[in-house]
């Protein structure tokens, strides 16, 4: 009996194996299932506030009080869901944090989706996605009870939506983004971009078109309302509107002296961080391994966009979209920016790392013997690996560096 | 050739970048790094080395913020009040809206006893950030000992609101409702102030005076002697003594 159950049992491991090998979706359902576990594994880690949590957090406190939040400077769809995470969990780290985690997670499976609608090689979403996954910047916003991973989100599933030529619900979606934090309002420009660029149905205007007028219907409808709801007393809208960008502008370099502030350019040229925490350890810091090969990414997506490339394109539109009007409102208004205003930008870096990657893949599988075939899986290997080791050391899964890095005393 | 040519020549480039990039950030890295071995050493009680690493962060960089704040907070930890403040200062100097800077400084008034100068630098804290606790709860303490107490209440009520697990708050307000003539508020952020903070001499003298006025005279004296066992200062044995001893006649 025992030697036919070890006759069996193999095989029908061997058959789950295969499988799971041959589901489409295993390698994304693993990256998710990873993503959420490790989020929960460090959501209590620390009972202090993490950078700008102590504002959302503080607000959401005001409110379950009957008091009137102090403050005001961004809508408040990411707002509630931490006021909701309170609510269901209690005020401590999981009331915090539980819904950046979830929406953290929900964007591993929203950007390996949006991978797979650009078509590009079978592989290469996956790669694209074990990137984003173990991207540092990536991980520590969606740790963190701030306002940007909800942003990205809604900004995510908006481009899903409108790949899958939803333009309503990608509508919805942006205009649900812009009202976590008002840079989701870029996520539009994004669309445009893929919208004017996008090799197929390039007369297709009422996709744009529908597109635009969801998004600004459902961004006046929704603004009005939810500020209302949020502060408990109907608000004229552009009152409101004229408030938050007389605040948000009041925020300039030559106003204010921000050490943990940095320009557009340098999150390109520089490597740049932010310590939330350094026990433990909670650096906004975007990881080495995509800072270190951003300019040679975003070549690559010009000669790819160049040739007509669905994946460059897409990457490029999302690149000018989410990056270049910050930039160009840096130059012009001296408003003081962090490096995670980078976070919603890196997506468009991991589309083309993922497809560089496979490509490396398929080379080396066409050529096996010969020493470019050989060098292009070596590349790969070192990269992943490389990858995984930064992610080790700088998230806050990894023992703080502080703890262990020698400072010579 | 070309090609090949190419190949070797990108990653010499990236690398050379990449080198040139790291460096023109060295110093701030270095800066980070101390203040961060500083934090991990000071959360080991190894206050000194702790004060040596911060001091080394604002060599490399002169007007590194978040050093003088970290080395203002350690010397308040320390009871140097006088140093905490000279920190401060310099942190205002660098950067007079650095909420962190009034702060401190008015926690250091507190502690001083200086309770007007404690009250306007928590005041110009709340004009640069109005969501922190701490110039509330300060506000709150310095009018609770200059008597104000209904001031007290107000600002106590709203650090709570902020932070609601901060055990001082409690206190302060439970104090100043038993002093306003309402003791069944007090008992309740009292009882509050001990379940946080079961070390707070004071909670129980409070809370012994509460329960005298709401007619528990067994409660009162279970906590005016819970008070005495903690050892308060001579002042404030005396007149715990004395409400014991009305007590037992």
Redesign the interface.
């Known amino acids: 009996m025992l030697k036919d159950l070890r006759q069996k049992t193999p095989y029908r491991i061997r058959t789950l194996i295969i499988r799971i090998n041959r589901y489409p979706y295993a390698g994304v359902i693993f990256l998710v299932l990873l993503t959420l576990a490790m989020h929960l594994t460090i959501i209590n880690n620390t009972k202090s506030y993490l950078f700008d949590e102590?504002?959302y957090v503080?607000?959401a406190?005001?409110v379950m009080?009957g008091?009137p939040p102090?403050?005001l400077e961004h809508p408040p769809v990411g707002k509630f869901f931490i006021l909701n995470g309170i609510r269901l969990f209690g005020?401590n780290p999981w009331g915090w944090r539980f819904f950046s985690a979830i929406s953290g997670t929900i964007c591993v499976a929203l950007f390996y989706f949006i991978c797979r609608r650009l078509k590009m090689r079978s592989g290469a979403p996956f790669m694209a996605t074990f990137v984003f996954a173990l991207e540092n910047l990536n991980f520590v916003q969606s740790s963190t009870a701030m306002l940007d991973v909800y942003m990205v989100t809604f900004m995510m599933a908006g481009f899903l939506c409108f790949l899958y030529d939803r333009p309503l619900a990608a509508g919805l979606c942006i205009a649900g983004s812009a009202l976590c934090k008002f840079t989701g309002i870029l996520g539009a420009c994004t669309v445009f971009f893929w919208w004017l660029f996008r090799p197929e149905q390039r007369r297709n205007t009422s996709s744009i078109v529908i597109f635009v007028c969801s998004f600004f219907v459902f961004f006046a409808l929704l603004f009005w309302l939810l500020y209302s709801l949020y502060l408990g007393d109907w608000v004229n809208p552009t009152e409101r509107l004229k408030e938050i960008f007389k605040q948000a502008s009041g925020l300039t370099y030559t106003?204010?002296?921000q050490?943990n502030a940095s320009r557009p350019w340098q999150w390109i040229?520089?490597?740049?961080?932010m310590?939330y925490s350094?026990?433990p350890q909670y650096i906004a810091m975007v990881s080495p391994t995509i800072w270190?090969?951003m300019?040679?990414i975003i070549i690559y997506a010009v000669y790819l966009f160049s040739r007509g490339n669905r994946t460059g394109i897409f990457s490029l539109a999302w690149f000018a979209g989410t990056y270049l009007p910050v930039l160009i409102a840096v130059l012009l208004t001296d408003r003081v920016t962090f490096i995670y205003y980078f976070y919603p930008v890196l997506g468009s870096f991991y589309i083309i790392i993922g497809y560089v990657l496979s490509e490396l893949i398929v080379y080396w599988q066409e050529n096996k013997n010969t020493q470019g075939g050989q060098l292009a899986l070596i590349c790969t290997i070192f990269y992943l690996t490389a990858h995984v080791m930064t992610f080790i050391y700088l998230s806050p899964l990894g023992v703080?560096?502080?703890?262990w890095?020698p400072?010579g005393? | 050739m070309k090609k090949k040519t190419c190949l070797f020549i990108l990653p010499i480039i990236l690398l050379i970048f990449i080198t040139i990039s790291i460096r023109s950030v060295s110093s701030r890295l270095l800066a980070d790094l101390h203040l961060g071995r500083g934090t991990y050493l000071e959360a080991n009680n190894l206050y000194e080395n702790a004060l040596q690493q911060y001091s080394l962060a604002i060599q490399l960089i002169p007007d590194f913020q978040q050093g003088y704040t970290a080395r203002a907070s350690l010397h308040i930890k320390l009871g140097n009040y006088a140093e905490a403040i000279r920190e401060c200062d310099a942190l205002l100097s660098i950067n007079s809206l650095n909420p962190n800077g009034h702060i401190l400084k008015a926690v250091c008034y507190l502690n001083l006893g200086k309770y007007e100068e404690a009250i306007y630098e928590s005041n110009l804290a709340n004009s640069v950030v109005n969501i922190y606790d701490i110039p509330y709860s300060v506000r709150g303490a310095a009018f609770f000992e200059t008597q104000r107490f209904s001031e007290a209440v107000r600002e106590t009520s709203m650090a709570i609101i902020l932070n609601p697990n901060e055990p001082t708050n409690y206190f302060v307000r439970g104090a100043s409702y038993y002093n306003e003539g309402l003791p069944e508020k007090a008992l309740a952020d009292l009882n509050k102030a001990i379940e946080l903070n079961p070390a707070n001499a004071r909670s129980y003298y409070y809370r012994g005076l509460t329960y005298i006025s709401l007619n528990s005279p067994d409660l009162a004296y279970a906590d005016l002697t819970t008070f005495l066992k903690m050892d308060p200062s001579p002042e404030w044995r005396i007149k715990a003594q004395q409400f014991l001893l009305s007590l037992t006649r």
């Open positions: 102590g504002y503080a607000d406190r005001l009080a008091q102090l403050n005020d106003g204010t002296i050490y040229l520089q490597p740049v961080w310590v350094f026990i270190a090969v300019i040679p703080p560096l502080v703890k890095l400072l005393i």
